[in-house]
């Protein structure tokens, strides 16, 4: 049975068999069973991270230590509210932070994140024009989150993209924070997954 640990682009934690391409991490979340508490997050740091680094190894969800998870890419991390890793992303992290304005410390972004992502425990949303958001960033439509990829919207499952529709005009929910649209508008490139490499509207 896979374990609770994929994140979606609504923040959510989830049992599903794919991995993804992306880790991270929010804490110690879960108990001595590799099984989810009620708490989400411990800290404020939420990182994105590489799956391979130097070749450490770690038991998934082990005893005392911080609960691994997963991501299917890059944009559904920052969608999430997590952001690049400094140690093992570092120059991703510094790019990152150079498209903030001030280029700030990580605890720095950490903080208004935090703030940006949650409306005390539950998950807070931003209402934007659909024109004018970047590539990367992810919306709320009709039940499902969608990457904004060009001029289109490529539908998210734990799997991969699997639909794509012509971008609408009008407003939607973007779930991606403000702070991470206005890197992505300032030239931050998420790493996406490859089934959002080539899409097509139908």
Known sequence: MPLQNRVT??????????????????????????????????????????????????????????????????????????????????????AYAACWDGNPRAGEMDRALHAERLDGRRRRTHTCALADLPDGAFVSREGSAWLVRGPLLLRYTPGGYDAAVERPAGAAEALTPPATLRALRAGYAPLLHPSAGAPSAP
């Not at 911080?66 to 140690?87: I, K, M, N, Q, S």
């Open 9 to 94: 682009p609504f923040g959510d934690i989830i049992a599903a068999p794919e991995r993804g391409t992306m880790m991270g991490n929010r804490g110690i979340l879960h108990d001595g069973r590799r099984r989810l508490g009620r708490r989400r997050w411990t800290h404020k740091a939420w990182i994105c991270c590489v799956t391979e680094f130097r070749g450490r190894t770690r038991q998934v969800m082990a005893p005392g230590r911080y609960t691994e998870l997963f991501f299917l890419d890059e944009a559904v991390a920052l969608a999430a509210g997590h952001r690049p890793c400094f140690e093992c992303r570092r120059e991703a992290a510094r």
